[in-house]
């Protein structure tokens, strides 16, 4: 069955990586959440897609020059509207802190194509062992060396390999790193590479998936996972039933 993720939460409803993204997300019943992880400049994991916090909070400057103090104190909502004014970028702590209260699983993607964050992926793989949470996150990267030094670290964490259009031998280059998944775009799914992946046993999760049209000629029987910025508006418009969603002691199944 296709995992449906909410990409940076259900960010079409809500301001993307956002505890209200994320919430929405399990209302609208997603199977799992994506989000972005960069450090700030005290060495926490903050949840922001960008290497700035320009465009989605009202401050301005790299997120590595700023302390937490100092990023906490940044509205991430009015941005989007002013219904989500006084929202705060989150903490990889506090997110993981409120995914060990559902069923959700979550794909961490460390931000480290354009910035090197040297010790991230200790950092992240430290958290997810505090909240016990292994068995549910995957962690995700366009840079290769940064999965690398995530599979040195550990060799049980699931890893998947992020492509955008560099997919020749991205097959062999995922199993020489370990990788558990292939994150790439729908049109992977009509290349040789596709095939390939099939064959070794790796699942492919596409991203960003928003309307039946993105997915043109593909079945989903043959992809682990979407990445869509609305999961209920997506599952509806594909006639894909919703998620068994756990929330602290309730389960509920629709």
Request: aromatic share 6%.
């Amino acid at each position: 069955m296709t995992t449906f993720y909410a990409h940076r939460g259900a960010s079409t409803m809500c301001p993307e990586n956002t505890m209200a993204a994320f919430r929405q997300a399990l209302r609208e019943k997603a199977d799992g959440i994506e989000v972005d992880v960069q450090l700030s400049k005290d060495g926490e994991a903050v949840v922001i897609h960008d290497e700035t916090v320009d465009r989605t909070t009202n401050g301005t400057g790299a997120v590595k020059d700023m302390t937490v103090l100092e990023l906490k104190q940044l509205d991430a909502g009015s941005w989007y509207n002013q219904a989500c004014a006084g929202e705060t970028l989150p903490l990889l702590e506090e997110v993981l802190k409120w995914i060990g209260r559902t069923e959700l699983k979550l794909n961490i993607e460390l931000k480290t194509d354009r910035e090197p964050y040297p010790g991230i992926e200790q950092v992240v793989i430290d958290a997810v062992r505090r909240h016990e949470l292994a068995d549910r996150v995957v962690l995700s990267s366009f840079n290769l060396e940064t999965l690398r030094r995530v599979r040195d670290i550990s060799s049980s964490v699931s890893i998947a390999v992020l492509v955008w259009d560099n997919i020749d031998g991205i097959v062999k280059c995922a199993r020489h790193l370990g990788a558990d998944a292939i994150h790439a775009r729908p049109g992977f799914m009509h290349t040789a590479e596709s095939l390939r992946a099939e064959a070794a046993g790796l699942p492919i999760r596409l991203y960003t998936v928003n309307e039946p049209e993105d997915l043109k000629g593909i079945s989903l029987q043959f992809v682990d996972g979407v990445f869509t910025d609305s999961p209920a508006r997506l599952r509806g418009k594909l006639g894909v039933g919703e998620a068994r969603v756990h929330v602290g002691t309730e389960v509920e199944v629709i």
